[in-house]
């Protein structure tokens, strides 16, 4: 079983910058795929990144590229997520995900291990 706790989450105001952490209790993080979701109040969960075990290559959702910078440290266990130039539409809870194995994955159920969540709040 992997523990997924996501921190960093806060309110910020529109065009301000947020720092998501992802940490996990696992001793083998760095065989682990990594995504970050998010879900904003009755809207399905979508993706917003991912990276592949090696952090050699990563994924972005069209509406965050470019503002959004996913990346991790397996030294450390942890993964990030960078967000700038945010926008009242990123509100939402962002979670980040595991999978065992290779691989780059953008879909929810690709995932096998959740965090909490983590509110992120951008106001206008």
């Known amino acids: 079983q992997v523990r997924l706790v996501e921190s960093g989450g806060r309110l910020v105001q529109a065009g301000g910058s947020l720092r998501l952490s992802c940490t996990t209790s696992?001793?083998?993080?760095?065989?682990?795929?990594m995504g970050w979701f998010r879900q904003a109040p009755g809207k399905e969960r979508e993706f917003v990144a991912s990276?592949?075990?090696?952090?050699?290559?990563?994924n972005y959702a069209d509406s965050v590229k470019g503002r959004f910078t996913i990346s991790r440290d397996n030294a450390k266990n942890m993964m990030s997520l960078q967000m700038n130039s945010l926008k009242p539409e990123d509100t939402a809870v962002y979670y980040c995900a595991a999978r065992y194995g290779g691989g780059i994955f953008a879909r929810p159920n690709d995932y096998n291990y959740w965090g909490q969540g983590t509110q992120v709040t951008v106001s206008s």
């Open positions: 990276i592949t075990w090696t952090g050699g290559s990563t």
């Open positions: 696992t001793r083998t993080f760095s065989n682990y795929a």
